[in-house]
């Protein structure tokens, strides 16, 4: 468990995103400072990285290069006269008094390149290839320390990321990386990582402990996020409301009671995977399907929100203006009585399936079942799944709010409502299950196994359906 | 039953942990997600830090310091005893349904063997065999049907009575999770259900053993269809095993002899065999496997509970893990910011005494990282001739220039250095921009073009602190803030000509005079006369009347759209251009909104075809672009049309195409007034005039001008604000 901790300088132009590619490599979204002006960074500042609460690697941030073209015009003034080798040029420079005013900025992150076992060399890929760029490589060239170019921005349409690698390549640099810090892709990461291995052999160890770590942080994660959803949607699913027949108040307050307890549950799994993503509430806001201070804008029950998430509004519900409900009764062509008075607005859809004794006896009593319709479980369900798979594709690095792919890249197809899983259509039928609790409601057991069992297998379902290609399309179930 | 978990009270750091810690940890965690809110307590926190090891133990370590640890150990405990009480009771009717078994089987005289063994035996061998397939195949959710399952779910329900609470109901879910899931719950149910039987087992040995001693029997079989050669080999088959362990046995004479009711009285010999078979076969067939399966469960269910380990991907715990285990630490600054204090002063240069003995010669330009050169190079302005220096890159096109700069005979009446506002100045540009100051001796220019490509990539905050940036490159460099412009040379406008005109000193063009007014009214003409679906022709006809009431700056506009000079050939592309490019000058809001998008990408498209026909008048209803037309709109408008086609499928009803086409035209008109002015003007303008009137419906004609009043209203307060140009 000694394998030695790897040091590595992260180097680059003014303002090319070294500080943020930092960010993202540590998964800590308050290192350091980010702005879109040149010389953020006035200071060299390190980060442990850790696996498995082990540092494993050190990572600089540097100051920018700014006047590699001046320096490089320095250094070579230096050497004229005499012959001396590359790094020998760079170590006087830093003993020079230039280095402490002139060139300070390049200075201090050549100062750390060379204490450093491999320098990121970071880009701004929508660049064009200039001298400068070509000046700064020769000096990092001369400092004798592994380098490894790494191409930002690259999920921009200007991104000139051939160029810069064909560049790259006649500078004898082949080990290129891409790494979006805005647009996290965990496959990016691992490539810088295995790029970096390939360079250094003595941290062969050390990397692909790094390399297994994030992979593994990585699949809890989703398994955790999958985990959050499936309890919202057995939660949601099983939550039903018993109302009197006869008293149309109290169907009404009922029918509030539940919108709001729903909403309220939503609002709940959206914080806690927020948490789990550690994004603050403040980074999630977008024009398309907007969460706005954490919250989705588009209320769970407005019509236009299913339409926006391609589902078709299922059954008897879809003839209503309370959309969203449904209405259980004892049998067919019984009269809704007072519910009439919400609105001939809700469809009645036929209960069916297991009835318990308690659930039977309340509705001899002339009580009837007021629940959420399958179109508001499936569209739950799509919302969080397009929240997991924006959050996980979110740089740390990113400085806008969080918001959701533009509708047209979802590619949802156009069927008519599926069925749920079964395990939430088992869910229908097992009032304890929810864990919504509110006056009018069955009383939620604490535990229950076939609850855990059911969960489980409902999360392997979102846990794939998050896990599928970025432009693929996602329809719940 | 070593159901019991060892609490341990306070653990040192670094003892290992044990099952009760983690029942304990998964307590915690049933209680933050049953409960109201997580606890948050940073003291635990950080003795869980200070603890190291894996997550795991560092989520033991904080659940064993957090203050509801006490209390929750001992709901574990009062939960457990519940749990002991449960099986205890349990335990006890076995006894007793032992014993009743036990009495029922010889409580007739005489006593038919096979029957009495069937009774005792029989039930819970084919029970013993469920519980072996159970074991072999897994299903799910069976295992609640077992014995030790019922048992389980009872001592849960109880618990759940008799602890009523936050806590206790924590305590409760988290052993109810852990004792009926995995090996541990698989090991438990069996323990149980061994337990149980061999109980019945032993309670009813007991009394049969105690009957049999205090009461005389007469052991019997009998038969009706079978033969007696059945029953012997049968008897010999059963007694086999007791035989072995010295249990008398019946030998094959006796067997014989007791064939039936009616066989006499057997002597005490038989009698002893018989029972000996009897007895022997409780132990062998009943008590021993039990007893065997029980020791392998309760051996099983220890080693399950010391392999058992914290699923810590669980949500309640994972959200933890950056707190209890980041991914990173500070290392802190390792190179602090010594130079800048010792940095010197930016020198500024003085601008106002050029080291000029030389004569004046022409403006020089140059562009500095700029690349690919732009569309209209050097810099158009009327009546100036340009000393063009070129393009500079790396270090030799620098010393290529200062060199020229320095030998020239004349000194440029102004140096206008040209850079691109996808750059971020950097020193390196400072120090180049000072030098060429120094080598021209002239006054220096900073043009900042490429504001559109910047454009496209972020938002217009982005690109007003990029032009802060330069202009303060400038000022270090000794560059007045008047002397920075910027102006788009891909999109040369009548204000950047007009700026471009003033740095270099040339004179200024007069403005243009206000022709809107003339616009609305062509379009209310039009509107008048339209049909109640104006088709794309008669559209483009009055896109063509605006376009000739601007005639005098027709190459302007023509640029400004990208319009193609004719229309012949493949004019699918240069409509699609003019239609994003009206549609990239609508402000934020709308360009989500797919009606104003397909207005923009209409005008745009029409205004291509007006100003190609413009010039040369040809019959409009001639030209073959009208799918074209079609098209480029659909794809501006797919941006945000979104999965529902629906409701723009439905709003191609006539009042729809006439309102669409009555935006397109103000909105054509209102780009040709705008003319003069750069893109971010454009689009605030835009902004101000264009209410959040989407819902208003403009089909009558009284309606449709009060719209038009309405926008030339808000075009006048909004170009009161901007500067004149």
């Known amino acids: ?477 | 039953m070593s159901r019991r978990p060892e609490i341990s009270p306070a653990r040192g750091s670094g003892a290992p942990v044990v099952f009760a810690d983690r029942l304990l940890t998964e307590s915690v965690r049933a209680l933050e997600q049953d409960g109201a809110a997580a606890i948050d307590e940073p003291q635990a926190e950080a003795s869980a830090i200070e603890s190291g090891g894996g997550f795991e133990q560092r989520l033991v370590a904080r659940a064993g310091a957090l203050t509801m640890a006490g209390e929750l150990r001992a709901s574990l405990r009062r939960v457990d005893r519940t749990a002991a009480t449960v099986v205890a009771v349990l335990m006890l009717l076995a006894l007793a349904a032992g014993a009743g078994a036990a009495r029922a089987a010889l409580a007739d005289q005489p006593v038919n063997v096979f029957w009495a063994l069937g009774g005792l035996l029989g039930i819970q061998t084919l029970l013993l065999f469920a519980w072996v397939v159970l074991m072999v195949n897994r299903p799910a959710g069976l295992m609640g049907v077992s014995l030790g399952g019922v048992a389980l779910a009872l001592g849960r329900r109880l618990a759940g009575r008799w602890h009523k609470g936050a806590v206790n109901a924590a305590a409760i879910h988290a052993t109810a999770g852990v004792f009926s899931r995995g090996p541990i719950g698989r090991w438990t149910v069996g323990s149980i259900s061994h337990g149980l039987w061999g109980a019945f087992n032993a309670a009813c040995l007991l009394l049969i053993v105690l009957m049999l001693s205090a009461q005389h029997y007469r052991f019997v079989w009998e038969t009706t269809i079978l033969s007696a050669d059945t029953y012997t080999h049968l008897t010999q088959t059963l007694a086999w095993a007791p035989g072995k362990l010295g249990f008398p046995t019946p030998s094959p004479q006796q067997i014989a002899d007791s064939e039936g009711a009616l066989a006499p009285d057997t002597t005490e010999a038989t009698r002893h065999a018989w029972s000996g078979l009897l007895v022997g076969s409780l132990v062998i067939y009943g008590m021993a496997p039990r007893f065997l399966l029980l020791g392998l469960c309760l051996y099983r269910l220890r080693r399950a509970k010391s392999r058992w380990r914290l699923d810590t991907s669980q949500p309640g715990y994972l959200r933890l893990q950056a707190r209890l285990m980041p991914p990173s630490a500070s290392l802190g600054i390792v190179d602090d910011d010594r130079a800048a204090r010792s940095m010197p002063p930016a020198t500024v240069m003085s601008t106002s005494a050029p080291s000029a003995q030389r004569d004046v010669g022409p403006p020089a330009v140059l562009g500095l990282e700029i690349g690919t050169p732009p569309a209209t190079w050097p810099p158009p302005v009327d009546a100036v001739s340009w000393n063009d220096l070129g393009f500079v890159d790396d270090r030799n096109d620098r010393r290529r220039v200062l060199d020229e700069l320095e030998a020239s005979t004349t000194q440029p009446q102004i140096m206008v250095i040209v850079t691109a506002l996808t750059t971020t100045p950097d020193r390196g540009i400072s120090a180049f921009v000072k030098q060429v100051q120094i080598a021209a001796g002239c006054l220096v220019g900073l043009l900042l073009t490429g504001g559109q490509a910047l454009r496209v990539r972020g938002e217009a905050q982005q690109l007003r602190s990029r032009v802060e940036d330069w202009r303060a490159l400038a000022a270090g460099a000794g560059v007045p803030d008047q002397r920075v412009v910027e102006v788009d040379l891909d999109h040369l406008t009548q204000t950047s000509l007009v700026k471009l005109a003033d740095l270099v000193g040339a004179p200024p063009q007069s403005p243009a005079p206000r022709r809107v007014e003339a616009a609305f009214d062509l379009i209310l003409d039009h509107y008048r006369h339209w049909p109640a679906s104006p088709t794309v022709k008669e559209q483009a006809q009055l896109h063509r009347a605006i376009g000739a009431l601007y005639r005098a700056e027709h190459d302007a506009w023509r640029t400004f759209l990208r319009a193609p000079v004719d229309l012949t050939g493949d004019v699918a592309a240069p409509l699609r251009a003019g239609a994003q490019r009206v549609t990239s000058l609508l402000p934020p809001r709308l360009r989500v909104d797919a009606r104003w998008m397909a207005c923009g990408a209409l005008a745009g498209a029409l205004g291509c075809v007006a100003a190609a026909t413009l010039l040369s008048p040809v019959a409009i209803a001639g030209l073959p672009m009208w799918t074209a037309i079609g098209a480029a709109v659909a794809t501006a408008t797919r941006a945000v049309k979104s999965v529902d086609t629906e409701a723009a499928d439905g709003e191609t009803t006539d009042s729809a195409v006439r309102g669409n086409a009555l935006r397109a035209a103000a909105l054509f008109a209102l780009l040709l007034e705008l003319q003069g002015r750069d893109e971010v003007a454009i689009t605030r303008i835009l902004d101000q005039v264009i209410a959040e009137d989407a819902a208003i419906d403009v089909d009558a004609l009284d309606a449709a001008r009060r719209w038009l009043d309405d926008v030339r209203h808000r075009l006048d307060l909004a170009l009161a604000k901007e500067a004149p140009l």
């Open chain 1, 1 to 477: 468990m000694s394998d030695p901790v790897l040091t590595v300088a992260v180097v680059g132009h003014t303002n090319t995103g070294k500080t943020s590619l930092m960010r993202t490599l540590m998964r800590d979204a308050g290192f350091g400072e980010i702005s879109d002006h040149p010389a953020t960074t006035r200071h060299v500042e390190g980060a442990a990285v850790l696996a498995n609460g082990r540092k494993v690697m050190a990572l600089y941030d540097t100051p920018g290069l700014e006047d590699s073209i001046g320096l490089l015009e320095h250094l070579d003034g230096l050497a004229s006269g005499r012959r001396a080798d590359g790094i020998e040029l760079v170590k006087q420079f830093l003993d020079s008094p230039q280095a402490e005013s002139d060139f300070a900025q390049e200075a201090k992150a050549l100062r750390q390149v060379l204490v450093s076992d491999v320098a990121l060399y970071v880009i701004d890929a929508r660049d064009r290839v200039l001298g400068k760029h070509r000046d700064e490589l020769e000096i990092l060239g001369r400092c004798a320390t592994p380098i490894v170019p790494v191409l930002n921005f690259t999920a921009f349409d200007d991104a000139k990321v051939s160029l810069w690698r064909e560049h790259l390549s006649r500078a004898n640099m082949h080990a290129v990386a891409e790494f979006d810090t805005v647009v996290f892709d965990e496959v990016c990461e691992q490539r810088l990582y295995e790029k970096m291995r390939t360079l250094l052999d003595a941290h062969e160890a050390t990397i692909n402990s790094l390399i297994e770590d994030r992979r593994r942080q990585r699949a809890a994660l989703i398994k955790a996020s999958a985990d959050l959803v499936s309890d919202l949607l057995i939660d949601a699913a099983a939550y039903a409301m018993f109302v009197l027949m006869g008293e149309s108040s109290q169907a009404e307050a009922a029918l509030e009671r539940l919108r709001n307890d729903v909403c309220a549950r939503e609002q709940r799994c959206v914080d806690q995977l927020l948490e789990l993503h550690r994004f603050s509430s403040g980074d999630c806001d977008s024009e398309a399907i907007p969460i706005e201070d954490g919250k989705w804008g588009l209320d769970l029950f407005a019509p236009e929100a299913l339409k926006q998430f391609g589902i078709k509004a299922g059954g008897g519900a879809a003839t209503g203006a309370a959309i969203g409900f449904v209405v259980e009764m004892m049998t067919a062509g019984a009269s809704l009585g007072a519910l009439t008075a919400i609105g001939a607005a809700i469809g009645g859809v036929i209960g069916a399936g297991r009835s318990h004794g308690r659930r039977l006896m309340r509705r001899a009593q002339g009580e009837t079942e007021l629940r959420i319709d399958d179109a508001t479980v499936r569209l739950l369900a799509t919302r969080q799944i397009m929240l997991i798979r924006a959050l996980l594709r979110r740089g740390h690095a990113a400085q806008q709010p969080l918001s959701m792919p533009q509708p047209r890249r979802w590619n949802l197809p156009k069927v008519s409502a599926p069925k749920l899983p079964l395990t939430l259509q088992q869910a229908r039928n097992r009032l304890t299950w929810s864990r919504i609790a509110s006056a009018g409601s069955a009383r939620h057991r604490p535990f229950e196994p076939a609850r855990q069992e059911a969960l489980s297998s409902l999360a392997k379902r979102v846990g794939e359906i998050i896990q599928r290609p970025a432009d693929a399309a996602i329809q719940f179930p």
